[in-house]
């Protein structure tokens, strides 16, 4: 299948720098991405919309001045957490859709794990 | 707007017993319906998946879901369990558009399994 994946899989910040996931498909392209925000023992909060070429779309109550989502290329798109703080701590996860072939299945990264000190 | 209910947050078994996940969506029509496996600090799997057709959706890893419009259920079973299944498992649901949907997770259900 198709291989999405994410970079860093940990980082550890100090309070008020900001940082940087990669989500890349690996062996595919992807006109679309999807960045989700999941909390221990919770479920997955789609976060924002990415679409290449185009401005994120994001969902209701996610800043988007506060996380940077930047799909530049079909197969990577990068969000940034900026000024992290300790609640900003939390799992983050992308996942895609094959360009030009919706089989409805999405591919899932191995998620980043941010903690904000 | 579409959602959708796992109303177990834990469910135990023992090794070789059968298991069964409950997930129920609402939604006005028939929806895209998924289950995905997650693993402590990895993304999710793909374990099956519904568009239409045949009500009863076989998975990988011997996981089978069905169906049912009058329940609006999509429940996820396995006959036996293998303690390599112990995983959070999410039920999701998307609603078509164009073409294309972007789906809504369940909670999830924590599968703990017993030696």
């Known amino acids: 299948g198709a291989v999405v994946s994410q970079h860093p899989s940990w980082v550890i910040c100090k309070s008020g720098t900001s940082v940087k996931i990669e989500c890349r498909s690996l062996d595919f392209q992807a006109t679309t991405m999807f960045w989700y925000r999941q909390f221990p023992k919770q479920s997955l909060m789609l976060m924002a919309t990415?679409?290449?070429?185009?401005?994120?779309?994001?969902e209701q109550g996610v800043e988007k001045d506060k996380f940077l989502i930047n799909h530049a290329s079909l197969t990577l798109s990068t969000l940034t957490v900026t000024s992290a703080h300790p609640e900003d701590s939390s799992f983050y996860i992308c996942?895609?859709?094959?360009?030009?072939?919706?089989?409805?299945?999405?591919?899932f990264g191995e998620g980043s794990r941010l903690t904000v000190l | 707007a579409q959602s959708v209910t796992q109303p177990d947050i834990h469910i135990t078994v023992s090794e070789g017993a059968s298991l069964e996940l409950r997930c129920n969506y609402s939604?006005?029509?028939?929806?895209?319906l998924f289950w995905y496996v997650q693993s402590p600090g990895q993304g999710l799997q793909l374990l099956l998946k519904?568009?239409?057709?045949?009500?009863l959706v076989q998975g990988i890893k011997g996981f089978e879901a069905e169906f049912k419009r009058s329940q609006s259920s999509f429940n996820l079973r396995k006959p036996s369990v293998h303690w390599s299944d112990a995983a959070e498992y999410f039920c999701?649901?998307?609603?078509?558009?164009?073409?294309?949907?972007?789906?809504?997770f369940g909670r999830g259900t924590s599968l703990i399994v017993h030696p």
């Open positions: 519904y568009f239409s057709g045949d009500t």
């Open positions: 990415s679409n290449e070429g185009s401005k994120a779309t994001y």
């Open positions: 999701a649901v998307g609603a078509p558009l164009g073409g294309s949907y972007i789906p809504t």
């Open positions: 996942s895609a859709r094959v360009a030009g072939l919706d089989t409805g299945e999405l591919f």
């Open positions: 939604y006005g029509a028939t929806p895209y």
